[in-house]
């Protein structure tokens, strides 16, 4: 019961983020792009409730929009990585024979590669910037959904009812369509929603080392490493931009495990 209580109050939290980063524009005080040298590194104070950045930008403005593009790219990539995920599983669970072996192989292959050692390559690779970032989180993360997709589709299709299904004459597509996909809803959702925080990391993680959002736009990550330099005089810098994303993640999290214990998913969730 207190599992479930968390992971309501994880879910508000959760929204309340969210929405701050969908109304920025309404809800920031001040410019946040905008900088004033004559107020930098300033404390929170009544004017600037968070203080100001080493450019003298509202940190509480810069916050509302930093969170929009941790949120939109981790969404981005979960989605279309659980997208490829799917199909590559769905593929290689249903048909199996040679097309289970060639698709398994590939996504051992990209799941055997270190996580963020690969992502980290394919960023620098494909260049700073939000592409580069994207593709980085889509190739390094379908391969386990794939993986999970294939068990249990695999499980599916052993079922009495789609042997029965066949024997009627429903043809491979109408089976896939109209029974085997929604009946992977529940999994897909919770794989979708632990991915996002793990998404939100990774996010972090490149953008800190300058592959993923570029200045001047605002992106929690960036702005910790930009505050490094300010660690002592301004240790607010870090510190802000730091607690949301563990928040942020924090509520991810407990949102799956919701939902997980709410589809009664006890499947390995490691995508």
Not at 241 to 258: C, D, H, K, Y
């Amino acid at each position: 019961m207190m599992e479930r209580w968390m992971g309501y109050g994880a879910l508000v939290m959760l929204v309340g983020i969210v929405l701050s980063g969908v109304f920025a524009p309404q809800l920031a005080p001040m410019n946040p792009f905008e900088p004033n040298m004559a107020i930098r590194l300033q404390a929170p104070s009544a004017a600037h409730l968070l203080g100001t950045d080493a450019l003298g930008r509202d940190l509480l403005s810069r916050m509302l929009y930093g969170g929009r593009s941790a949120l939109l790219l981790s969404l981005i990539s979960t989605v279309l990585a659980l997208g490829i995920g799917t199909l590559v599983g769905i593929l290689a669970g249903y048909f199996g024979g040679r097309m289970d072996d060639v698709l398994t192989t590939i996504s051992n292959v990209f799941q055997g590669i270190p996580g963020i050692s690969f992502m980290v390559a394919v960023a620098g690779f494909a260049g700073p910037g939000v592409t580069g970032l994207l593709l980085a989180l889509v190739v390094g993360s379908w391969a386990g959904f794939a993986r999970i997709v294939r068990a249990e589709v695999m499980q599916l299709a052993a079922e009495p009812y789609v042997e029965q299904l066949r024997v009627l004459g429903a043809g491979d597509a109408r089976i896939l369509l109209r029974h085997i996909l929604p009946a992977l809803g529940g999994t897909l959702l919770v794989l979708g929603s632990v991915r996002l925080g793990r998404g939100v990391l990774a996010v972090a993680g490149l953008s800190f080392l300058g592959l993923g959002v570029q200045p001047p736009t605002p992106d929690w990550s960036t702005m910790i490493s930009d505050a490094m330099l300010y660690y002592r005089q301004a240790p607010h810098l870090i510190i802000v931009p730091g607690a949301a994303i563990v928040l942020l993640v924090s509520a991810l999290n407990m949102v799956g495990q919701l939902l997980r214990s709410r589809f009664d998913v006890r499947r390995e969730v490691r995508a």
